[in-house]
């Protein structure tokens, strides 16, 4: 079992921007050792010939092909709704 000491804990702390009290290091301490147990335990593991799981719900992304479309409308008729053309633009006025 990895025992952290009180210094171990609190230079996690630090890393992680927490402010742990006196008794927060205490009950913490236990509880991160645990951990850190669990996941040496998990590296012990044999995991020759597995293959990584990516994906568990066996659902696949559904993708649409692309395809180019045509303007529906030209230039001329998109300038007809305008209040106001100036060279075959929209004219507006000066914003600054």
């Not at 590296?43 to 719900?57: A, F, H, I």
Request: net charge positive; charged share 30%; proline share 5%.
């Amino acid at each position: 079992m990895s025992k952290l000491s009180r210094e171990d804990i609190l230079r996690l702390a630090d890393l992680s921007r927490l402010r742990l009290t006196d008794e927060e290091v205490e009950r913490f301490g236990p509880e991160l050792s645990a951990i850190l147990d669990y996941v040496e335990k998990l590296n012990k593991t044999d995991t020759t010939g597995l293959e990584p799981t990516y994906q568990v719900s066996g659902l696949k992304n559904v993708m649409r092909s692309d395809e180019i479309k045509p303007y529906q409308a030209s230039p001329k008729a998109l300038l007809k709704g305008a209040p106001a053309i100036e060279n075959n633009q929209f004219k507006v006025k000066k914003v600054l």
